[in-house]
């Protein structure tokens, strides 16, 4: 067995877990606080990933991924790699996939908050964005903890979404989701074992960690 995929999966799941608040803090603040009639299209459309299944977001992202795609020729035109097949193209597809994962606690974070805050913040003349950075986020860290968390716990499983737009390639796209059921199909049971067995109780840690968070919130 090797470790690869497993390191892999760990570096995809904290990319992720880094860069998906930058993608998830401005729909959660606007879910959140806003106040306009798109409102619910747009939650529609940050949630649609969680429902339909991963082998359909992936097929769609594939198509826009590659050369001929606008985000795979703007991707390529930058940087001249291509997007599809590559680490880069599977961190993008996490982030689509994660995107809801990392919305849906912010906002229910943010909208916890104490609206007479937000109310003295706009009576000393704070901007929205001074008001997010100087009121929203130091009141709403542990939702922001259990957000990056749930995330990170997410990545580690990925599979159909990965395969679609990354294949199997050792040591750029094959995490271990995939080499597990790889692993499986050639009946190498021994290695699937041992990686599945790596990584659940990585992910019941992170869960855990995810319940003392939220139980100290309500508390």
Known sequence: MTLEPLLLSAKLAFY???????LAFPPAYFLAFGKCRGKSILDALITLPMVIPPTVL????????????????TWQSLTGDRLIFSFAGILFASLVFNLPFAVQPLRASFEKLDKRLLESAAVLGLSPFQTFYRVVLPNCVSGIVASSILVFAHSLGEFGVILMVGGSIPGRTQVA???????????????ALYMSAALVPVCFIFLLVINAVNGRQQS
């Open 16 to 22: 992720t877990m880094v860069l998906i608040p930058l």
């Open 58 to 73: 992936g097929f769609g992202l594939l198509i826009l991924m590659t050369p001929t795609g606008i985000v795979g020729s």
């Open 177 to 191: 989701s995939i080499a597990i059921f790889e692993a499986v199909e050639a009946l190498r049971y021994e290695d």
